[in-house]
């Protein structure tokens, strides 16, 4: 079992930066591939970001691509997702997720694990 907790979430002027971070409980975290979704009002989660379980790979939604960044500190059991260049359409409640697996995984239906959300709300 994994329990995830998000943080860092908050109001932001578009053009401002936030930093998510998601803790995530036990000592097999490193086995883990994680990711990033996000869920406006009246639309489906959607893919954001991913980070293998080594953090040699990641993989982005387009819409994110070189403003967003996903990283991961093993040591600290803990996965991040710098955001930068906000616009008013990132305004959602971001979640991270985790799967067991050795490869970057993009489906929401495939990972098993999944934070409670932090809101991100930017405004024009």
């Known amino acids: 079992q994994v329990q995830l907790v998000e943080s860092g979430g908050g109001l932001v002027q578009a053009g401002g930066s936030l930093r998510l971070s998601c803790a995530a409980s036990?000592?097999?975290?490193?086995?883990?591939?994680m990711g990033w979704f996000r869920q406006a009002p009246g639309k489906e989660r959607e893919f954001v970001a991913a980070?293998?379980?080594?953090?040699?790979?990641?993989y982005y939604a387009d819409s994110v691509k070189g403003r967003f960044t996903i990283s991961r500190d093993n040591a600290k059991n803990t996965v991040y997702l710098q955001m930068n260049s906000l616009k008013p359409e990132d305004t959602a409640v971001y979640y991270c997720?985790?799967?067991?697996?050795?490869?970057?995984?993009?489906?929401?239906?495939?990972?098993?694990?999944w934070g409670q959300g932090t809101q991100v709300t930017v405004s024009s």
């Open positions: 980070i293998s379980w080594s953090g040699g790979g990641t």
């Open positions: 036990g000592r097999t975290f490193s086995s883990y591939g």
């Open positions: 997720a985790a799967k067991k697996t050795r490869v970057i995984v993009t489906g929401h239906y495939d990972y098993d694990y």
